[in-house]
């Protein structure tokens, strides 16, 4: 029903919505309708959502807190699972975990209710638990795949439900087997082990957390410490949602850090201003340097575009919606930036959100 109230209906206990605005269910808030939006609370109902439209042959688009999204204004053409599963279960350091948890809560719960370590410093992250193995969160010198120990999951190629420990998640930088097979997999539930440090974090691995804590890189503070000052830290990015701050209408980091080969890496050294590149090590010799960095000193400041879509006050790294922009704005805006920087350092720039009937 475009222009009015989404038509509803109840399937085997699921809420199902028919041409259903998706802008409002993700962080940047722009984005066509689904033809078809259905909302699971538990893993049986998201297991027959997913059965029912493989069964139609229908396309499916898997959504949980929508933070790592961009929809095409055109909307999605088939069903839109959203998954709102709860259960917070934890034993000792052991954590079992719904899709459907907010991140940011199941955080905060481990560090404040529970002062266990091992996700301190993935604190304010927008998004769904579910999500977090996907993508291989990370953030200030932690990655989900250091604490994930089991991932429960729908394997739709097989039609049952698996479980695969964390080698079998195949992690690497901002990417898993879930996202090299985004068509196979429905996260369930996600299985970690935490650390009791008797009150104390992991080791601060990142220069400026290390920094803004006032400590050495390697030394560990109390764990609530951590977890607050990477909440103050993200926020003064505009990284932790507020709807009243246009700067946190975003998809996060839009691009991912570059990892260059050794080749690749000599080359970006030959460009005019690359000798002060931040650089890092990465597996296989190679390295990693700053996508923000590299924004910045192709000519993209912070707030740079004068329409719609414009680059964060805050960080150079997050594309926003300044309140009524389209799709086609922000990706008009980051083709500009990822040719940008293509032409000055000779370096290409990849996409961390998932597009959803575009590209970039």
């Not at 091992?118 to 990655?143: C, R, W």
Request: glycine share 12%.
């Amino acid at each position: 029903m475009p222009g009015g109230t989404p038509a509803t209906r109840t399937l085997v206990g699921v809420l199902v919505e028919n041409d259903a605005p998706l802008a409002p269910l993700t962080t940047l808030r722009l984005g066509g309708p689904a033809r078809r939006l259905v909302t699971a609370h538990t893993d049986d109902e998201v297991i027959a959502a997913v059965r029912e439209a493989d069964a139609a042959g229908e396309p499916l688009l898997v959504l949980g807190g929508g933070s790592n999204l961009v929809i095409g204004d055109a909307g999605f053409p088939g069903t839109v699972l959203r998954i709102a599963t709860e259960g917070f279960a934890l034993d000792g350091t052991a954590l079992e975990v719904a899709a459907g948890e907010t991140w940011s809560e199941v955080v905060r719960r481990t560090v404040v209710d529970h002062e266990l370590a091992g996700i301190e410093f993935l604190a304010g992250i927008p998004g769904s638990a579910g999500a977090t193995p996907v993508q291989n969160v990370g953030a200030y010198g932690q990655e989900v795949a250091q604490s994930v120990t089991e991932v429960v999951a729908y394997d739709r190629a097989a039609d049952e439900v698996v479980v695969l420990s964390n080698a079998e998640c195949a992690f690497s930088y901002r990417h898993s087997r879930f996202k090299a097979e985004p068509e196979r997999y429905v996260v369930l539930r996600v299985r970690f082990r935490l650390e009791d440090n008797g009150g104390l974090s992991t080791p601060v691995r990142y220069a400026e957390t290390a920094r803004h804590l006032g400590v050495e890189q390697g030394e560990r503070v109390a764990v609530g410490t951590a977890w607050n000052a990477v909440l103050l830290l993200r926020a003064g990015k505009g990284m932790v949602l507020d709807p009243a701050d246009h700067d946190t209408w975003s998809a996060g980091s839009f691009f991912t850090n570059p990892v260059l080969t050794a080749a690749q890496y000599d080359s970006f050294r030959t460009r005019p201003g690359a000798e002060d590149a931040p650089a890092y090590p990465a597996p296989e010799g190679r390295t990693k340097t700053s996508a923000a960095w590299l924004i910045d000193r192709s000519g993209f400041g912070k707030g740079y575009g004068s329409g719609q879509a414009t680059l964060s006050t805050k960080h150079t790294l997050a594309l926003t919606n300044r309140g009524s922009a389209t799709a086609e704005d922000l990706l008009a805006l980051a083709r500009e930036i990822r040719d940008g920087v293509r032409e000055a350092f000779g370096v290409e720039l990849v996409n961390e959100p998932v597009m959803v009937g575009v590209e970039l």
